[in-house]
């Protein structure tokens, strides 16, 4: 799977969106971007992922450069539950395996 | 919907002691279940993958072991705990296919003295 590259921190004001980077110039054609995040003390959980083109759910937005060297992770509107260390993960469809990396961690303050 | 489960919420054992941690998904069938282990300010690590009953992969080489005797059952033992075994675990699962996010339970912190 290719390696990504996240800055370690961001800090994010309550109410305005958090844009969330994620390098992955190694990227192969058949692996898709996932985002986790993890609440101290809690387990991962799942976000969105996408291959090629942008997608949208009722959590985030993800945009993903024409050439998917890098990728955007975009909460519209966070909020202090936002809180939390965001990983961005590059998983090559033929395998169901993950493996994280440092990630970033998103300070979301009044 | 499907929820997965994990217990104990955490643990304290002696070092040599066994151990058994359970993971059960509801709510959909044949899915693929992960075992994994967080050391403190460190990523996630896979140890156990299975895509069937009694089917189980080791990714990396150690004391425990994992076993899945149901569908929606995954279970990790040890004989004997080391010091070194202490740590988040975190069980997940999947639907088949590719393309498929995983879930994860709540988690086990297992410390162990």
């Known amino acids: 799977d290719a390696k990504t590259t996240q800055p370690p921190s961001m800090d994010c004001a309550e109410g305005r969106a958090a844009n969330l980077p994620c390098n992955h110039s190694?990227?192969?054609?058949?692996?898709?971007v996932y985002w986790y995040r993890q609440i101290h003390s809690q387990g991962p959980q799942y976000i969105i992922h996408?291959?090629?083109n942008n997608e949208t759910n009722e959590m985030a937005s993800l945009i993903i450069t024409e050439d998917r060297k890098s990728s955007t992770l975009i909460l519209p509107h966070a909020t202090l539950r936002d809180t939390a260390v965001y990983y961005c993960?590059?998983?090559?469809?033929?395998?169901?395996?993950?493996?994280f990396g440092k990630g970033t961690m998103l300070l979301v303050s009044p | 919907s499907q929820t997965i489960h994990q217990w104990p919420a955490t643990l304290v054992q002696p070092v040599g002691s066994p151990l058994s941690l359970e993971c059960t998904v509801e709510?959909?069938?044949?899915?693929?279940l992960y075992w994994y282990r967080q050391a403190a300010g460190r990523g996630l690590q896979l140890l156990f993958y299975?895509?069937?009953?009694?089917?189980i992969s080791s990714e990396v080489p150690q004391n425990l072991s994992a076993s899945r005797p149901q569908d929606r059952q995954f279970i990790l033992s040890s004989k004997k705990l080391l010091l070194s075994d202490s740590g988040f675990y975190l069980c997940?699962?999947?639907?088949?296919?590719?393309?498929?996010?995983?879930?994860f339970g709540d988690g086990t912190r297992l410390s162990i003295l």
């Open positions: 993960i590059a998983v090559n469809s033929g395998y169901s395996t993950l493996t």
């Open positions: 997940a699962w999947a639907s088949m296919g590719n393309d498929q996010p995983q879930h």
């Open positions: 190694t990227i192969s054609g058949n692996e898709y």
């Open positions: 299975s895509v069937g009953i009694g089917q």
């Open positions: 996408g291959l090629k």
């Open positions: 709510g959909t069938s044949n899915p693929n």
